[in-house]
């Protein structure tokens, strides 16, 4: 998989960053102060076995990197409040009928 554009600009990102399943549409939503690093520390986790979201892990395990992307869902500027955009992003993405991993 290629690096995402997004992900490939030089200076810290603040994000809130979405993984999601191709197959089934859940996703996975977390904040991040430097989306670049934790873009590649996310997959490192999922290519080893090793994420904390088991659901995600077992899905990722199971389909493959192929079927799933990653991507910057909201950009945050430097005086927003990660947790509250998180949550913001969370209930947005709810009410369209997401499911989320857990």
């Avoid at 080893?48 to 899905?59: E, R, T």
């Amino acid at each position: 998989m290629a690096i995402p554009k997004e992900f490939l600009r030089e200076d810290k990102i603040r994000a809130i960053v979405m993984i999601k399943n191709l197959k089934t549409d859940e996703i996975y939503l977390y904040k991040s102060e430097d989306a670049v690093a934790s873009f590649s520390k996310e997959r490192f986790k999922l290519d080893l076995g090793m994420h904390p979201v088991k659901s995600l892990q077992k899905a990722y395990s199971s389909l493959g990197l192929e079927l799933f992307i990653f991507e910057i869902d909201k950009e945050a500027s430097k005086d927003e409040d990660l947790d509250t955009l998180l949550k913001e992003r969370m209930s947005f993405w709810k009410e369209k009928g997401s499911r989320f991993y857990s």
